[in-house]
């Protein structure tokens, strides 16, 4: 449950913290007061979105910290799936929003994402508006509400995995079936690709072997004569050859060996060079025998990169090698085509069996919405006949078509608030005060099935009073034995039920508009709850009237209390 709210520097809100019953909340102002700050201020704790223009003028930033005790087994299943910490079955949250736009979040002082503050949320608090009412008036969320009322998604589940396996064997029949109807144009194209591009027997990096072979015939003679050239000055019959004259250096020294020591040195570095020139002459005239003068050779050579070339530019391939990847992927896609019309029969056996399963599926959960839907209206007429509306008749229409992600169903609930009047849709019939209390009744009869701990009604009352407003507030106070309920009112039927009264007032401080909670005591309770029959300056038969009904409704507790 929420134990405390600390607000900083938000709209109007200075600092304030709140501290909460674990029963019923309600909080009582006039109007423009700030309560609908205060819910904005759980909203941004719970990860929701929010505006920069939330932040106090002249303050860089808002901080709203929220403290949650006594976990339910619920909520420590998500923190345990995020991996966090709840030893102390305590739960501290923390969202910061600059002034700038920029926001922070915080789970136990550990920073965190906004997204995993809201996924928390969601098991933490469940916030009902007046705008929530607008629901109930789109047909297209009553089957949402149903399947929250079951509670039950076993049957859902299994039926949305069925349809997701069949929309993937129906989509990949889809795209065999257009290519099927496609392939006689495509397997023409990709054989006359296959044929027109054999004759090369081009491997990847031949046509840069093949460049580079041209290259050398193109230079061939100049290369030869530069070959040749190199081996008569390093290695010839005639006296002026490197060698030669290697050699003779050489024996010119080692005739002086004996005399001149460093001569040794020289002669043996001599003659190193010497067998260095021989094995390089000897290297240039094996290059001699290896360059190519064959003018067919050239030619060949020529015409098939010509070849390449032109493949390359008729079937859009940037070289050689590409052109080899395309053939390939050409041969593989024309296998395929060909074992197309086998694979087209297997997928369409699959999708009639796997039509029957969805069928089967979606039929057993419509079955279970239907006996899932008279469970529904009993339960929601009892709540709304004990909310003054006893002569209600609620009823669904439920109705079976196509087959869709959420199954086979279609759901409208209708509505007659009056005797003798056949039901209609909501949108038709209901006033804003009957649209409230059937959102009540909804929220108290999914309460008990989706175990979020605290739930919050902002303004439920609109459009109701007297005795209907009476009976909302019973209704709440009932919820609060189960569940922690806070409740933004106008009305004094709900405030005198609450256990805990906290009132929203404005305030200037140093020519500054800021607004400040209260928790009111005895006396307190009876002035606020005096002035929301009355005015601000109730009577003393009003401050009366205030104090026997709270007094009242005290003593009804603590009977309730004691009986049970």
Same mark, same amino acid.
């Given at each position: 449950?929420?134990?405390?709210?600390? /607000?900083?520097?938000?709209?109007?809100?200075?600092?304030?913290?709140?501290?909460?019953?674990?029963?019923? =909340? @309600?909080?009582?102002?006039?109007?423009?007061?700030?309560?609908?700050?205060?819910?904005?201020?759980?909203?941004?704790?719970?990860?929701?979105?929010?505006?920069?223009?939330?932040?106090?003028?002249?303050?860089?930033?808002?901080?709203?910290?929220?403290?949650?005790?006594?976990?339910?087994?619920?909520?420590?299943?998500?923190?345990?799936?995020?991996?966090?910490?709840?030893?102390?079955?305590?739960?501290?949250?923390?969202?910061?929003?600059?002034?700038?736009?920029?926001?922070?979040?915080?789970?136990?002082?550990?920073?965190?994402?906004?997204?995993?503050?809201? &996924?928390?949320?969601?098991?933490?608090?469940?916030?009902?508006?007046?705008?929530?009412?607008?629901?109930?008036? +789109?047909?297209?969320?009553?089957?949402?509400?149903?399947?929250?009322?079951?509670?039950?998604?076993?049957?859902?589940?299994?039926?949305?995995?069925?349809?997701?396996?069949?929309?993937?064997?129906?989509?990949?029949?889809?795209?065999?079936?257009?290519?099927?109807?496609?392939?006689?144009?495509?397997?023409?194209?990709?054989?006359?690709?296959?044929?027109?591009?054999?004759?090369?027997?081009?491997?990847?990096?031949?046509?840069?072997?093949?460049?580079?072979?041209?290259?050398?015939?193109?230079?061939?003679?100049?290369?030869?004569?530069? *070959?040749?050239?190199?081996?008569?000055?390093?290695?010839?019959? =005639?006296?002026?050859?490197?060698?030669? *004259?290697? &050699?003779?250096?050489?024996?010119?020294?080692?005739?002086?060996?004996?005399?001149?020591?460093?001569?040794?040195?020289?002669?043996?570095?001599?003659?190193?060079?010497?067998?260095?020139?021989?094995?390089?002459?000897?290297?240039?005239?094996?290059?001699? +025998?290896?360059?190519?003068?064959?003018?067919?050779?050239?030619?060949?050579?020529?015409?098939?990169?010509?070849?390449?070339?032109?493949?390359?530019?008729?079937?859009?391939?940037?070289?050689?090698?590409?052109?080899?990847?395309?053939?390939?992927?050409?041969?593989?896609?024309?296998?395929? /085509?060909?074992?197309?019309?086998?694979?087209?029969?297997? *997928?369409?056996?699959?999708?009639?069996?796997?039509?029957?399963?969805? #069928?089967?599926?979606?039929?057993?959960?419509?079955?279970?919405?239907?006996?899932?839907?008279?469970?529904? @209206?009993?339960?929601?007429?009892?709540?709304?006949?004990?909310?003054?509306?006893?002569?209600?008749?609620?009823?669904?229409?439920?109705?079976?078509?196509?087959?869709?992600?959420?199954?086979?169903?279609?759901?409208?609930?209708? /509505?007659?608030?009056?005797?003798?009047?056949?039901?209609?849709?909501?949108?038709?019939?209901?006033?804003?005060?009957?649209?409230?209390?059937?959102?009540?009744?909804?929220?108290? @009869? /999914?309460?008990?099935?989706?175990?979020?701990?605290?739930?919050?009604?902002?303004?439920?009352?609109?459009?109701?009073?007297?005795?209907?407003?009476?009976?909302?507030?019973?209704?709440?106070?009932?919820?609060?034995?189960?569940?922690?309920?806070?409740?933004?009112?106008?009305? +004094?039927?709900?405030?005198?039920?609450?256990?805990?009264?906290?009132?929203?007032?404005?305030?200037?401080?140093?020519?500054?508009?800021?607004?400040?909670? #209260?928790? *009111?005591?005895?006396?307190?309770?009876?002035?606020?709850?005096?002035?929301?029959?009355?005015?601000?300056?109730?009577?003393?038969?009003?401050?009366?009237?205030?104090?026997?009904?709270?007094?009242?409704?005290?003593? #009804? &507790?603590?009977?309730?209390?004691?009986? #049970?």
């Amino acid at each position: 449950m929420l134990k405390e709210l600390e /607000i900083e520097n938000l709209a109007v809100i200075s600092h304030e913290r709140i501290q909460f019953s674990p029963h019923f =909340n @309600v909080f009582t102002g006039e109007t423009g007061a700030g309560k609908s700050i205060l819910i904005n201020g759980i909203h941004a704790v719970l990860g929701q979105r929010v505006t920069r223009d939330i932040v106090r003028t002249g303050c860089k930033k808002a901080t709203i910290t929220a403290l949650f005790t006594e976990l339910e087994p619920m909520v420590c299943e998500k923190l345990d799936l995020l991996e966090i910490s709840h030893e102390d079955d305590a739960l501290l949250l923390t969202r910061t929003i600059a002034v700038d736009g920029g926001s922070t979040a915080r789970i136990n002082g550990h920073t965190t994402t906004v997204s995993i503050l809201r &996924e928390i949320g969601e098991v933490l608090i469940n916030i009902h508006g007046q705008h929530d009412s607008q629901v109930l008036l +789109s047909p297209e969320s009553h089957l949402q509400i149903l399947d929250d009322f079951g509670g039950d998604l076993t049957l859902l589940e299994a039926y949305q995995g069925a349809f997701h396996d069949l929309q993937q064997t129906a989509k990949e029949l889809n795209r065999l079936v257009k290519m099927e109807c496609e392939k006689t144009n495509r397997r023409q194209y990709l054989q006359h690709f296959l044929m027109d591009t054999e004759p090369v027997h081009l491997k990847i990096g031949e046509e840069n072997a093949l460049e580079e072979e041209l290259i050398l015939m193109q230079h061939a003679e100049e290369l030869l004569s530069a *070959l040749r050239h190199a081996v008569s000055a390093i290695d010839s019959d =005639n006296d002026a050859s490197a060698v030669f *004259l290697t &050699e003779s250096a050489r024996d010119e020294l080692a005739a002086y060996t004996d005399i001149q020591q460093e001569f040794t040195a020289l002669c043996e570095r001599l003659n190193t060079v010497r067998i260095e020139l021989k094995d390089i002459a000897e290297e240039c005239h094996t290059l001699c +025998s290896r360059v190519d003068l064959d003018s067919n050779r050239y030619d060949l050579v020529q015409k098939q990169l010509q070849e390449i070339h032109r493949l390359c530019r008729e079937y859009s391939c940037t070289d050689g090698n590409d052109l080899v990847r395309h053939r390939a992927e050409a041969e593989t896609e024309l296998n395929q /085509i060909d074992g197309n019309i086998e694979k087209i029969t297997e *997928l369409k056996k699959e999708k009639n069996i796997l039509l029957e399963q969805v #069928s089967d599926k979606a039929k057993a959960l419509s079955k279970y919405r239907a006996e899932t839907l008279e469970r529904f @209206v009993q339960e929601v007429t009892a709540q709304l006949e004990f909310l003054n509306m006893p002569n209600v008749i609620l009823t669904g229409r439920h109705t079976t078509g196509k087959l869709t992600i959420h199954g086979m169903d279609n759901l409208e609930f209708l /509505i007659s608030a009056n005797c003798g009047e056949e039901p209609k849709p909501l949108a038709k019939i209901a006033s804003g005060g009957e649209l409230s209390r059937i959102m009540l009744a909804l929220k108290c @009869v /999914i309460a008990d099935r989706d175990g979020v701990p605290t739930l919050i009604f902002d303004e439920i009352d609109t459009g109701v009073s007297g005795k209907a407003a009476q009976k909302i507030g019973q209704k709440l106070r009932e919820v609060g034995k189960f569940h922690q309920v806070i409740c933004v009112t106008h009305l +004094s039927q709900i405030a005198v039920m609450a256990d805990q009264h906290l009132m929203i007032e404005k305030q200037v401080v140093e020519d500054r508009t800021e607004t400040h909670v #209260s928790l *009111l005591n005895q006396a307190g309770r009876v002035r606020e709850i005096a002035r929301i029959m009355g005015g601000d300056h109730p009577s003393d038969l009003l401050l009366q009237s205030a104090q026997a009904e709270l007094i009242r409704w005290q003593d #009804s &507790e603590r009977q309730d209390d004691e009986n #049970s």
